[in-house]
């Protein structure tokens, strides 16, 4: 088993940066595919980016591709969201995701079988 903690979650202005962590214990990190998924109030929930399970390959959404970077620290098995020229539109719980079985990313939440409990980030303009 593998479980999932996001932290760095916050609030900010459009325009500033932030940094989001995932923390994964229980198993390493190394042998995931992993990601980050956000839901917006009312909206449903959507792919912002991921990392293939070697690292070699990494997907974003159009909405933050430039703008959001994702990187892995595999001896800390920590999953980051580097997050720069936040906009109002970004405000959402931002989830932390693994796949036991992707070699690559894919944006279908049904494909990722660990999910953290997410964290709060909200852009004020």
């Known amino acids: 088993q593998l479980q999932l903690l996001e932290a760095g979650g916050g609030m900010v202005q459009a325009g500033d940066s932030l940094r989001l962590s995932c923390l994964a214990s229980?198993?390493?990190?190394?042998?995931?595919?992993m990601g980050w998924f956000r839901q917006a109030p009312g909206k449903e929930r959507e792919f912002v980016a991921g990392?293939?399970?070697?690292?070699?390959?990494?997907d974003y959404s159009d909405a933050v591709q430039g703008r959001f970077t994702i990187s892995r620290d595999n001896p800390k098995s920590t999953l980051f969201l580097q997050m720069n020229n936040l906009k109002p539109e970004d405000t959402a719980v931002y989830f932390c995701?693994?796949?036991?079985?992707?070699?690559?990313?894919?944006?279908?939440?049904?494909?990722?079988?660990?999910w953290g409990p997410g964290t709060q980030v909200t852009v004020s303009s």
């Open positions: 995701v693994a796949s036991a079985l992707l070699e690559s990313t894919t944006p279908r939440q049904s494909d990722y079988d660990y």
């Open positions: 229980g198993r390493t990190a190394r042998t995931y595919t």
């Open positions: 990392l293939g399970r070697f690292g070699l390959t990494t």
